[in-house]
């Protein structure tokens, strides 16, 4: 029953020196990047444990977390540089990899990279995974240095949350949203996994949402399919696919109109309702001033949203102002809603009517409007109602209005950022108690409106920018509301460079571990947008199906051999929200580099410096950490990652708490405070629910696009929130009658795991991970049964196959597949031919993406096609 | 003393993390789970539920794997109540398994690791060569980690806190205060084993 390794012990005694250590990091199956305890006896990891003294994970994993080593040990890792002996670059085609040298690799790279930049340094495309969302801050120091516009992650984004950031960060000042799961007692969720081991602050939440589902909060959750969420909800409500927006708006109506159930006080103080709009859909400006005004009750007449308490300002009435009618924002809101009658609710949603009146009405009878709580001595507002979304519900085309208007419910009952109601995550932060580092507030712009305190980039989600003739490959200038964009890998991408009279392309990419021909949408458009560049270099851990297109592999360090400053700040990304602690983990080496392995932060700085960009490459680090005084790197001196780190750290803790110190205690925390978790309450913003900027945002994008042929459809650019169709939607040919849709497994992180042997292992006897699910009554109806092999055939001909699921848990009309599986790389014999690739159903191309943020559409109307009776 | 484990299905949420921390300590084998959780659905559309059920050994008062064992290799610790295999006096007859009515006992005799013909990596020469081949292997509630005062991996680790652990003969531990005020169930009684692994209700 010893429990110790033969190893050991042998060692122990023939050296006298025995390797036993814990050593505390920071996990990276996922973004969320829980604190770990990774145990490494004489050189090898023998477990990996959550960090029981971190607030990130709370000392618990989830199933990939604990699964970590076999991603380590994995013998078709990548251990040497090479280069591709076929010139001929496709789908499946084998590269015929030739190890080469370091000396090699890097010469070769640093050469086509110098005559790039001399040439025009636009044309160099950086790709990151965002699963290294940890290190986003080397490959955009590289792309500030070495001037070029064009980075993304994972392709473009069809994976992340264009819609979801937008909205949470100009509504909340975070990347993302969640409930109170201390305080909420009613939680909303649309299309969201929040608490089920996904996404931000994955593991804590886990242990949040269970704990609040144990106090009594009840969960309804809104999803096509109830396998995770949905599973431990105390109320499942089927929607059909991509249909969110109508529920929301909706219920916001049952709460304004049938109910007037709506909190008067935070609408007038905290929002925008109470801002005059004239006819003409714009704010009643100031003529000195220029700002917003709104209607003095008490007075009896106008003046600037700064000139009066909030309680005296009106959002009824009509009024006249400098000869102009105008009404408060909040009127139009209502007359809005109006439309939004739950009847017309069940017609777009599937959901009963009865239904939507009676979900709406417990969320405004939950909400107490009007309530306090006193925590910790400090009295807050109490709400206790959340409504939340994320992947799902904005993942198509009408992105932006869909988590709009679920957030709205928040806003008309003043649970936003408030005890119990929806949180951001952590955005305001009275900083380090013994530095006064990392201080950061939200504050208002000279409109009132909420600027945020912290955000991922330089580039905050409000104010948003100008329209300016598109320059990034993305045509994100043109699209000041889009972060990730479809025309990245788009088959209309040329058509569109054409059309705005691009007078560069992109021919360099470099690839930091994303696999973008599975995590965009179908594999043809970004075979052939990939096929175009004319040199591809790929850092990464696997030969992934992108990396199979790299002309120059570099093999990566996984996370267990790497050294990191941050791995969880910003604190508004996967910090848990919500009463804890603030806590500040690194991640560090806990085995030496296997192989001839190197991080690719450390190799961008070796090509910066065989390029010369040193100073340009050590100015954008000071900018991107923020390094003050003598924490600022010295412009000449080429510093590795981790050195960058400890000045990283030092800068913010003190000059006793460098990279050692942290490598010995692991993380530094200290505990957070009533008014900054409940920030919302003490800060003097107010959040758009008029979006005013929107008719503005329209007319200047279209003065650059009608001209060169390209139309923008007016209804995406409404100042209020509308319910508008997916392409799926208006798809009506015959025997095409699924939704298929995709969901993020529980057991897998986009396609990094699947390679994973224990987490291939558990998701092959998952009842649904590898298969399509399938309503049992419809499957039947057509003659299926569980196991049918079966082909889904989109309206443009772009099929999948896979194995029937017959499951009572999933709308009649949806049709479910675990996202990113289905590998058909080479040099990854774990994950190839597992599940479905989903992505292949996906069209890129501006018809199928946001006209306002260019999500792509993740839904698409299907055939299905009994191809092979069950084994 | 006799250790028994709570298992709340209000708060498991399904992710697997019992299963797979359980493989990271023990380093089983590929297809060999001391800890498994199984998704089912109950109901029908549209008020259905996708359930799970973490499984592992109930350590029962009345093991029948212990009764059919030929060889004494299946035994309970005296002690503790844990039911347990000596490797050294199993000779792989599968009596055990086809006695236990939960199944959760497993013949060590597929591949060793889980990248074939690759070969076996670094952990798994240091965690699942250790143990025999050709012998029946299980949960033993990490005797060595209670042993040593923690609990067991899958308890430790459940990110829900869905698991709990403790000793069933006193019935001020947690676990026995659980079953008691929460209405705790094992599963088949009816097979009259007397499971020391119990369920709260969801």
Redesign the interface.
Known sequence: ?D?V???LTNAAETTGEVDDKWVSSSCSLCYASCSIKAHR?N????????NPESAV?K?????????G??S?????RLNKPMKRTNPEKGKGVDPMWEEISWDEALDTVAGKLKALREDDPRKLLIMRTTTVMTQHIPPFAFMSAFGTPNASAAGGGLHCGNGAHLISGIMHSSWSIVPDFQYCNYAVYFGASK???AGHAS?SN??M???A??RGMKMVVVDPF???A???STE?V?IRVGTDAGLALAMANVLVNELEMYDVAYLKAKTNMPYLIGNDTRYIRDSETNKPMVWDSATSQACTFDKTDSADMAIEGTYMVDGKQCRPGFVLMKEHLKTYTVERGEEITTIPAENIRRIATEFAEEARIGSTIVIDGVTVPYRPVAAIAFRGSQGHKNSTYNMLSVDLLNHLVGAADVAGGCLGFNPACDGYPETGRLKYIPHPDPDGLMITGSWMGPHGPYPIGDPAPPERVGLQNLFPMAMGSVFQGSTDQEEMWEKFDFDYRPEFLLNLGANQIMSVGNSDAVEASLKKFKFIVSFDIFATETTEFADIVFPDCGYLETTDSRSNFPFIFSLPAGLGEWCWPIRQEVVEPEGERRLFADVLQELGDRIGITPDLNAAYNAWFELEGENRLKPDRKYTFAEIGDHDLKDKFGPDKGLDYFKEHGLVKWPKKPNEVYWRAFTDVRVPLYWEWMNDTWEKTMAIAEPKGLDIPKEYYSPLPDWLPCPSHECDHEDFDFYAFYYRD??HTNSLTMEN???D??AQ????SYNIAI???VGREKGLQSGDLISVENEHGHKVEGRARL????H?EGLGIGACAGHWARRM??AKGKGVFFNDLVELDWHHSSPSNLTVDLCAKVKVTKLEAAQ | MRWGMVIDLKRCIGCYGCQLSCKAENGTPPGVFFARVHKQEEGQYPTAQTTFLPVLCNHCDDPPCVDVCPTGASFVWEDDGIVDIDADKCVGCRSCMMACPYSQRFLNDDPQNYYGDQGATPYEQARVERHQTGVVMKCNFCRDRVRNGQDPACVENCPTIARYFGDLDNPNSEVSRLIRERSGFPLHPEKGTNPNVYYLPA
């Open positions: 029953m429990d390794p033969q190893n006896v050189g090898t990891v023998i477990k990996i444990e959550g994970g000392g618990r994993l989830c199933g990939k977390g604990v699964s080593i076999m380590h040990y994995d013998p078709n608490g089920h081991a593991c886990m242990t949402a269970a704990d589902r144990a109830a396998n995770q949905g599973a431990n499942w089927p529980i057991v042997a224990w987490l292992e558990a006897l998952d009842p649904y309503n049992a009554s499951t009572e848990t999933i009649p014999p774990t």
